[in-house]
């Protein structure tokens, strides 16, 4: 396909788009992105029924390609249940439509990326409210954390030189993790904030982080802890990828409540 070219089937979900629309009532999310490339908006209406995707319509202000992927990505959700519409990738929609021009690729990640938008926001309307989740809940989801207690892991901590130049990961939990992690950076320049949070809550906290040099990993969960006989390295769970990564840290640093 030359660089400009478009497939039948781009230019029919172009000119034909299905799906096109806004849906209404308690059981629909509304997924919402911007392209930080054309600065064009796609949002995306879900209504999600026993954790399957009932109906979808979407709006957009992108180009023909964004239509055309957008229309695409509605037909191949529809009927599947959330887990497995999060695994659709943009290269599967793109393939879906016999490729896109490279250069409109970007376009494509606007209707998947708005499909994932919304179906993190049904996921954040089933977990318990922000506060409310408990340690023990955050913990019983982390692969290896009983073994590694006290051997690399820390539920609570007083002096933060101990960690002087080590790389420490703070999973987030309250304003008190902030403040460990931003104390941690007195001692080591390697300080991460893991959280499943979108963004810092605050216009302040944002710009805080920023100065502190600590690393944040934002929609991001801790899944695994390993190791030899201490903590050596910890799998990170992108939940906005919806991939694994491995990342060498010598401590985790998980309060309690
Ligand atoms: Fe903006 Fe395609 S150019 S979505």
């Given amino acids: 396909m030359k660089s400009t070219q478009y497939s ?10 299905r799906n096109v629309g806004t849906l209404e009532g308690d059981d629909v999310v509304v997924g919402r992105v911007g392209n930080p490339v054309c600065g064009d908006l796609m949002e995306f209406y879900v209504r999600v029924r026993d954790d399957r995707i009932a109906d979808i319509k979407f709006k957009t202000f992108g180009c023909g390609s964004a239509i055309a992927t957008a229309s695409m990505i509605t037909e191949l959700a529809k009927g599947k249940t959330v887990e497995e519409a999060l695994k659709i990738t943009r290269q599967d929609v793109a393939e879906e439509l016999n490729g896109l021009p490279p250069i409109k690729m970007h ?16 996921r954040d309307k089933q977990k ?13 989801e982390i692969g290896g954390l009983e073994q590694f207690i006290g051997r690399g892991i820390h539920q609570d901590v007083s002096d933060l030189s101990l960690f002087k130049d080590k790389r420490v990961m703070v999973v987030e939990h309250g304003d008190r993790s902030f403040e460990i992690a931003r104390g941690l950076t007195k001692f080591t320049p390697r300080v991460i904030l893991i959280t499943r949070q979108k963004e810092p809550e605050t216009a ?12 944040v990993l934002y929609e991001s969960e801790l899944a695994e802890i390993r190791g030899l006989n201490t ?10 990828e919806n991939e694994e990564y491995e990342l ?10």
């Fill in 107 to 122: 376009c494509s990640n606007l209707a998947a990326d708005a499909l994932r938008d919304a179906i993190k926001k049904y």
């Fill in 231 to 240: 903590v050596e390295k910890v799998l990170v769970h992108d939940m906005n």
């Fill in 128 to 140: 318990p409210a922000a506060g409310q989740t408990t340690a023990a809940a955050v913990e019983h």
């Fill in 8 to 17: 039948d089937k781009v230019l029919d979900h172009f000119r034909k788009p």
């Fill in 204 to 215: 302040a906290l944002s710009g805080d982080l920023a100065r502190s040099g600590i690393k």
């Fill in 248 to 257: 060498f840290v010598d401590s985790v640093i998980m309060l309690k409540e």
